[in-house]
């Protein structure tokens, strides 16, 4: 028992961590959902990829398909039911067992509660002991009515006298009484088949029953070889935790550090997302700024040439609005149209008046010649340097886990040497070895037993064959034989021999009927009642529940099954489960329960993930005071660009004054109505003169006005001046509230970084320490679930389970009821048989008188009195 100690033992050192392990791993689950309640929720552990576990490959399939004979067993199964249609008596067993655990004494038998189960295993025993009561009285009353037979026609009656009367229906007898005879004959025959049948399958079978012990024994042994490479395969899948480990160890800067900066982010990012905004609003500024320096000169150039040409053109046109010719009436209507529209001839825009822009432009200037951008970018580069600074931090810590994880591995490794599996194992594949070589060594002796037996078998059937060649011979003489013409007395040898023959059967029947229903009758009640209280609850697992029963076998222990196994009948472990487990080819461990014997959380908690290891990594510290988000050059630039006088512009005015038209009236509308005036006149120097002019002011809109258009709209990157103001006006507005907020928001996240930043490492420090106790987590349950179903999978022991049922009640007690079955159903048969061949035989025998007819005496008609030897007297009729 020592070897299976020592299996039982490696087998358990897998498990998972313990009870402990759990709880404290509970109340860390706890906080860490507090946390990220608050914040969010920790990255998802990675699954690892532990492999399969080796295989066994199982050859026994323990499941029988009779074939054809499987038709005979369910009839006897049906009889069965009939004979003893009441559930199985779990209850009645159960207290059978408990209150006669002691012994069995005949005064115990007094108490009435024995009594009563008496009386309860009578009435569930009913039918079998009716059968069996009607089997006894058959065996004894068969011999005895036999030999009272034999006397009673030895003094010539019972049909013992050589007499046959005539009567009208002879013929019609005969055959009634031939064909029952050969009707019972056939079904003998039936019986006799059935039997044989039956006897015959029982030496098929056990030669399926070696190859069922050879799978099976070869299952036994593939089950040992195989569980120490399964046990070193998991003891070796603890590298791919550690390895996964290490390389989030390895990582731990852009994990942990990418973690922080990921909690971070969200206030330290926008603040400085808003000052590289404002360094492009500085860019954007200078731009429009010049923009507007460019264009207002420009238009103020414009303007002026403009403002002299239309002068000049309005003061020629009004001099020549004086001449002479205009006076006349039908032309003075015209000119005065013209000369009231001279005031249109003027500028619209006034530019001169607006404020210049080159004092602000000058301060911009000088405000860009720090960049700006280059200091908020040296921010994101010392913000970004996070998981680089937390490795240079943790770079001791590192080294000390990895060689703790080192350590750890060799600990387990050393664990799983400590026992001897591999010479446990070998001993056990020693002993199966010598357990079936003892076995097959018995097969010569199983094949002579089955063989004496089979002989046997066929000797009790050679019984009935022996009756039914009587019968056959005797029908088949006596039909052959038979002459309608032949009087009783003068029947031919042949027709004699065959009502011998029948008689022949009838003795031997009476001799050999009462034994073969004796071991029928034996046969029965043994094989009936081994099949409805052991084969049939085997089969669907009422047996085990009796078993299983608490208490059964002792007021003090609990569970049977545990207690012959491990001395301890309080661990809830059951026949059932363990074959339920074993069936479904689940490990073990599982199976046994070992775990309520063997537990190995404490080493584990010692050893996978264990005090010192959760020391090193809670003294994990990250500081970040070293991170600058904007330098002091940047603040002032930023207070430098909102003191820049930018915000004083009066945009307003700008925008005004470019919103209007550049004249008081289009030119080219103007002069082409001047020309639709000068057809009006008559032809002459007038009409010319106006022409003329109309000319010149379009020459003065192309000079001028198109110029001054052109600036408005395509000034520096063809930028409207329009555009340039209101972009001016957006910057500016507000523009010192708009610095402050940025240095309060790089203010707020420097603090939250310099002050706040030990919280956020002990959270996200929390959840990737969670992260790596996930894998080792993953190691452990992997572990526990590969022992609960892959590590040790005890198929073979329900195999051998059902092996047994398959051999003892499908092989052997099938065959052997259905063998009571036929040959029982011969012995009834056998007597309508033995009357049958009573009354045929008397129709074939030659008779040693017969009847006689002669006249009467006393009639004047002929009547036919039948005699022996001499005529009636009439006192016989």
């Not at 001016?728 to 790089?746: E, G």
Request: proline share 4%; glycine share 6%; hydrophobic share 40%.
């Amino acid at each position: 028992m020592l070897w299976t100690r020592w299996l039982v033992l490696l087998l358990c050192w897998g498990a998972t961590g313990g009870e402990q392990q759990a709880d404290d791993r509970e109340g860390f689950a706890l906080e860490s959902r507090a946390d990220s309640r608050r914040q969010r929720s920790p990255p998802p552990v990675e699954p690892l990829d532990f492999g399969f576990v080796p295989s066994s490959v199982y050859d026994t399939h323990a499941y029988y398909e009779p074939g054809a004979v499987g038709i005979l067993f369910h009839m006897v199964h049906a009889f069965l039911y009939v004979v003893q249609p009441n559930h199985f008596p779990k209850d009645l067993i159960v207290r059978v067992i408990q209150q006669n655990m002691g012994g069995i004494k005949i005064e115990e038998w007094r108490k009435p509660e024995n009594v009563v189960l008496l009386l309860q295993w009578i009435y569930y025993e009913a039918g079998f002991l009716i059968c069996g009561t009607i089997g006894i009285l058959f065996v004894v009353l068969t011999p005895i009515i036999g030999m009272c037979f034999c006397v009673c026609r030895c003094c010539e009656n019972c049909g013992g006298e050589m007499h046959q009367r005539q009567r009208k229906n002879f013929d019609c007898q005969r055959g009634f009484y031939t064909a029952s005879l050969i009707a019972t004959s056939i079904f003998i025959v039936v019986g006799v088949l059935i039997a044989y049948a039956a006897n015959h399958n029982v030496s098929l079978q056990i030669k399926s029953t070696r190859r069922l012990i050879n799978t099976n024994m070869r299952d036994m042994k593939t089950f040992a070889n195989n569980t120490p490479a399964q046990i070193d395969y998991l003891t070796a899948q603890y590298t791919t935790a550690k390895n996964k480990v290490l390389s989030e160890l390895d990582n731990i800067g852009p994990l942990l550090g990418g973690r922080i900066h990921s909690h971070l982010e969200k206030e330290v990012v926008p603040s400085l997302d808003t000052a590289l905004r404002m360094a492009g609003a500085m860019r954007e500024t200078k731009e429009a700024l010049e923009n507007i320096s460019t264009s207002l000169e420009i238009l103020q150039e414009g303007t002026g040439k403009l403002q002299a040409s239309l002068s000049e053109e309005r003061a020629s046109l009004s001099n020549t609005l004086s001449d002479p010719a205009c006076t006349n009436g039908a032309v003075s209507h015209t000119c005065n149209t013209i000369r009231s529209t001279l005031s249109q001839l003027g500028i619209n825009a006034d530019y001169s008046k607006l404020q210049d822009v080159r004092h602000a432009l000058a301060n911009v200037d000088t405000v860009l010649k720090t960049d700006l951008s280059n200091i908020v970018q040296k921010g994101y580069t010392s913000f970004n340097d996070t998981p680089k600074l937390v490795k240079e931090q943790t770079k001791n810590i590192v080294s000390g886990v990895k060689g703790m994880l080192d350590k750890i591995g060799m600990e387990i490794i050393g664990f799983s040497k400590m026992f001897p599996v591999e010479a446990s194992l070998a001993n056990f594949t020693i002993f199966l070895t010598d357990g079936q070589k003892n076995i097959e060594s018995f097969y010569p002796q199983i094949d002579q037993m089955d063989f004496y037996r089979w002989i046997g078998c066929v000797a009790v059937l050679c019984m009935v064959v022996l009756v039914l060649a009587f019968n056959v011979l005797g029908l088949l003489c006596g039909t052959c034989g038979y002459d309608k013409q032949a009087t009783p007395t003068t029947r031919g040898c042949l027709s004699n021999t065959g009502g011998n023959l029948l008689m022949a059967g009838v003795g031997f029947s009476f001799i050999f009927v009462w034994i073969l229903m004796g071991i029928v009758t034996t046969l029965f009640v043994v094989g009936g009642n081994v099949e409805k209280l052991v084969c049939e609850p085997l089969a669907n697992r009422q047996l085990y529940k009796i078993i299983d029963t608490p208490y059964l076998v002792h007021p003090a222990k609990k569970n049977f099954l545990p207690g012959m196994l491990f001395q301890n009948p309080n661990i809830d472990l059951t026949l059932g489960s363990m074959y339920r487990d074993c069936y479904e080819n689940n490990g073990l461990y599982h199976a046994l329960q070992l775990e309520t014997m063997f537990n190995i959380n404490s080493f584990l908690n010692r050893t996978v993930y264990n005090r010192d290891l959760a020391k090193v990594f809670d003294s994990v510290q990250v500081d970040l005071q070293d991170i600058t988000l904007l330098e002091q050059a940047g603040r002032d630039n930023l207070i430098n660009f909102a003191n820049s006088g930018v915000g004083q512009i009066d945009y307003e005015a700008y925008l005004t004054e470019v919103n209007k038209g550049v004249t008081v009236m289009d030119l080219l509308s103007f002069s082409t109505d001047l020309e639709a005036q000068a057809d009006q006149l008559p032809r002459g120097a007038l009409e010319n003169a106006l022409k003329g002019h109309a000319s010149s002011i379009r020459q003065i809109h192309r000079e001028h006005v198109v110029p001054i258009e052109q600036a408005m709209k395509y000034v520096r990157a063809r930028s409207s001046l329009s555009q340039s103001i209101k972009l001016l006006q957006r910057t500016s507005n507000d523009l010192p509230v708009k610095v402050t907020n940025i240095l309060s928001a790089i203010d707020a996240a420097e603090y939250l970084i310099t002050h706040n930043a030990s919280h956020v490492v002990k959270q996200e420090t929390k959840a990737y320490i969670q992260s790596l106790v996930g894998y080792f987590k993953q190691y452990t349950d992997w572990v526990k679930n590969s022992l609960s179903t892959e590590v040790a999978q005890c198929k073979p022991i329900s195999n051998i389970v059902d092996s047994m049922e398959i051999v003892a009640c499908s092989f052997i007690l099938d065959s052997v009821n259905t063998f009571w079955f036929g040959l029982g159903g011969c012995c009834i048969l056998l007597i309508p048989s033995i009357i049958f061949s009573i009354k045929l035989a008397k129709y074939y025998r030659r008779m040693d008188t017969e009847d006689v007819f002669e006249d009467s005496p006393y009639d004047d008609t002929l009547t036919r009195f039948p005699r022996a030897s001499a005529p009636p007297s009439y006192s016989d009729w």
